[in-house]
């Protein structure tokens, strides 16, 4: 066998979206592509053109919108159908206009699926692999091969899941993947049937994963171990029923226990910021205790690991959080936060010293509005208020708010209204104005716009290109609290804002208000004109 | 080495209360005990007597309250401080005054900790392991030892990790349960070590893992192959950092997958019902995607799947979901297509028959919505009135809507008003009502109860407990629409309903329509109150 480049296998676009409660626009996966290539996989999986309609777009708007820079974007699909020709199948045609570098191919290696559920003879569906393969790879593809159910197979016709894959390679696919499709096998098992298989065929094999033992990332080290040189896996081990296996974990594993660089290890490095963008994209969240970037993963609560971790954090935590991204917590104490907040500040261009009294505070400040479900994370406008609010003292403000008001109106003619109405004071002057919108942030914004630009014209740069809402039920401990991340683009930034309330209104309101007072605060152009707002008020 | 029982020891209400976010009442914990003890683990680690106060309570109490039916309780603590007398060690004494059967001892076992955490000499820790054992044996105790950090420890000195091994033996220590403290290590690593240390020392042996690198389950196998017959683990998985191994995972795999019965098979059949009781008392919920007890864990999804499990479930499930007290479910979403929505309807008890039209009307229904935004994966109720209508035809609608409208108000002394207002008609009488709120949703789902309970009293069992709000950003370049998911509570069954608007406002009037037509249909208690509308809408 020839030495060659581990191959790290991404199918979150694909197997991923098949988790319980995920749904993916084309843009939002053409977004989740870009992190993945991001963090270094070398093969993206983008969905299965022809199949569902949403991934022939995905692809189509693929060739021009997204430009990869390490990774191969693979098209997903079955071979032909039985008795068919594959020249003129039209689900293999489908697989061909994605155009895409790779082709994966779904085909079953166990007896009882060829019979049942593709109702076909064992010969057939070799032969509909054999064709399909080559077809492929004479058009110029890369092809792998999904082995389906290969273990549960093996186990009941060994000679047969070898010949699958005998026939797969002889074709031209130059890796196939052996599945674990129901997620039953546990490491010993795998091992045992991939070495034997590498043993038997000598083609290069890879693994593909699920976790309904609770063994998916160690079955996969396990074929890793056997001889297997290409992983499949998602991110945050999004899929159907237990999930597939987590991709950052086995990943992070390879790199850090094994030392095979499946990932370069500055790329490894983002693995925390990657995730939690991961996570906002799909809306599903990862789970706070995930191996390496939850948020819990280097927690430390107990009395016993915190006194000792002041000795040497090493006592307490089995490698470097830093490595992937992360950081080591106590959740006692909010020493954790300090250090991060400088970095932050620092990155905005504000030159704290290390451990200055301000940055203690915004560290408090932080902690005591995430614990209310504040996040930060993709609000750098309200997190530089906060901070200039504890290096400069509390800024003489552009404008204060004196009442606002929001209604919708579902007319008995059926269409809906939506009005906003807002009474700012600017040098103690009233404004008042109104505004139309597609839904209460819309309207809002809309009235603020007008109430304002006339005072501060680079108001007019600012625009308002999206908006998150998440329900934060018994997260906080308290009542149930809503999130809202307002997203603007202001020249050639983009930058969010975040406000929190039980109201999802209010919420809305405070993110507003906070991306209005940023642009006034970092880009005092308009002061001259704000210096003289009484006459212009009275109009 | 004798042949023994082998022995499933939980330490939820110990190590799993590291847990971040986990903080349990005496009460609490008592409740978790009997529901541990109803899932038939052998051992219950109730606490830290001496160093927890709200655990010496808690065995104080479990005296006279726990009556435990199958499993031993044990009590936690360290060995006897350095250089002291074990027999006026006041925590050893707390130890005996827990009056336990069991008390697990956690000792050192790894040189740098003694030297940094502890202090001491490597003699005065075997010293101690060995007077603290003997002083509990002698005092009538079952003794486990916890070896802390033995994996790591058995990396630097091998021969040290091993005395401490054996002098807790010799001393009449009954099992000596090696930890991976920091949950570094991987399933060869601990196999290997295990396979070791059983070889040299022939000292019955236990296994504690961490999930940090995401291996907890296939460690604690992997060291039971190696020979251990002792496993620790908590419920769920919960612990510090990534968690403990999951004791439901690692029981279902020793019984199902591996012959070994560490719970009865007839227990086992309850760890859904029992699962969730444990999540219902800590207020820490099991991860949806959890192997065999997880609500997702026997969810389907894909298309391919679907149509096979029609054929036989068992083509797409590693294990009869019954087995471990779950089930099978389907989900509906435009990947799944025709087989999804014809399994789904059937679960939902609609005979519909194989291929029907009324399936095929749906599924393209579905498909069309799901494109604009919709997501009927966890909306039960707005599927159900969709597939209703496929199977009988528009039905008759119990209430008509004129008009809606929501205002929210933030009044110049600052607090913040949400009113909505509701216009319908029951058998074309008019009906109008308003509702206040903490937000738009809840005030609308006021009006409409207040509107129609007076003629349809079985809404009273209604309750809104939930929602969520997803912006979808830029599909097929249309405007963004906003997708709002209301979950509800009605008599013991939970179900959602779905909307999709640019305003989200409006889309989650449609949610909570569906909600309120779901239940009119679907729970016709009140027609007959239904029938006379006119007179009480005068009111």
Redesign the interface.
């Known amino acids: 066998m020839v030495e060659r480049r581990f191959q790290l296998y991404d199918t979150t676009l694909r197997d991923g ?5 995920m ?1 993916l ?4 996966k053409l977004a989740v592509a870009r992190q993945l290539d991001a963090y270094g996989v070398g093969f993206i999986e983008g969905g299965w053109p022809g ?4 991934d022939t777009e995905f692809f189509r708007r693929a060739r021009t919108e997204l430009n990869l820079r390490s990774a191969q974007l693979a098209a997903f699909g079955a071979t032909r159908r039985v008795g068919s020709l594959v020249s003129v199948d039209p689900q293999v045609r489908a697989l061909l206009d994605a155009e895409t570098p790779v082709v994966t191919l779904v085909a079953k290696s166990h007896p ?2 060829v019979d ?2 593709l109702r076909t003879t064992l010969a057939e569906n070799l032969a509909m692999i054999g064709s399909t393969v080559r077809h492929l790879v004479q058009a110029g593809r890369r092809v792998f091969l999904d082995a389906e159910h290969y273990f549960d197979g093996y186990r009941i016709n060994r000679e047969y899941a070898l010949e699958v894959v005998r026939i797969a390679a002889d074709a031209g696919a130059e890796t196939v993947v052996l599945c674990d ?4 096998s ?3 098992e795998i091992e045992a049937v991939v070495a034997d298989t590498l043993a038997a065929t000598g083609v290069p094999l890879g693994i593909h994963c699920h ?9 996969s ?2 074929a890793v ?1 056997a001889g297997a040189d290409h992983v499949q896996g998602t991110a945050h ?1 999004y ?5 597939n296996a ?1 991709l950052f ?2 990943a992070a ?1 390879l790199v850090l ?1 094994r030392g095979i660089e499946v990932v370069p290890v500055e790329k490894l490095r983002q693995a925390g910021a990657i995730g939690r963008a991961v996570a906002d994209l799909t ?1 599903v969240p990862a ?6 970037v ?1 948020s ?7 009395g016993l ?1 915190a ?2 971790l002041r ?2 954090p090493d ?5 470097d959080p830093a490595l992937v991204g992360n950081e080591m917590r106590t ?1 006692v104490s909010d020493l954790g936060g300090r250090s991060s907040i400088e970095l932050k500040a620092r990155a905005l261009g504000y030159p704290v010293a290390a451990g200055s009294d301000a940055v203690a505070r915004t560290a408090a400040r932080v902690k005591e509005l995430e614990h209310r479900g504040y996040a930060f994370e993709s609000a750098d406008a309200s997190f530089e208020l906060l901070l200039r609010e504890e290096l400069g003292g509390k800024p003489e403000l552009p404008f204060e ?12 003619e059926g269409q ?1 209204r ?1 009005e906003a109405g807002v ?1 700012l004071y600017v040098g103690g002057v009233p404004l008042i104005a109104s505004g139309e919108g ?4 819309n309207a809002l914004d809309g009235a603020l716009h007008r109430a304002l630009e006339p005072f501060f014209p680079q108001l007019a740069g600012l625009e308002l290109v ?6 934060l ?2 997260e906080t401990g308290s ?2 609290a ?1 999130r809202v991340l307002i997203s603007y683009r202001y020249g050639d930034r983009r930058w969010g804002a975040v406000g929190v ?6 919420a809305s ?1 405070r993110a507003l208000l906070d991306a209005f007072y940023y642009v006034l605060l970092t880009e005092p152009t308009g002061e001259r004109q704000a210096a003289e707002p009484a006459v212009a008020a009275a109009s």
Chains 1, 2 share one sequence.
Do not use: M
């Open positions: 979206t098949q988790q319980e409660g749904v626009t084309v843009e939002e199949a569902v309609p949403r009882r699926h049942l559920a499709t129901n997620g039953g546990l490491p010993d976790d309904d033992t609770g063994c998916a990332v160690a079955n080290l396990a171990a081990g899929g159907e029923r237990c999930g987590n974990t086995v594993n226990k809306g789970h706070p205790a995930a191996p390496y939850g819990s993963a280097f927690a430390h609560k107990a690991h006194s000792a000795i040497d006592l307490y935590q089995h490698t959740l708010v004196g009442s606002w008001r929001v209604s919708v109106d579902q007319l008995p809906v939506t009474r597609n839904g209460p942030v999206d908006y998150r809402v998440r329900v039920t018994g009542a149930a809503t309330d039980e109201n999802t209104v209010t309101w």
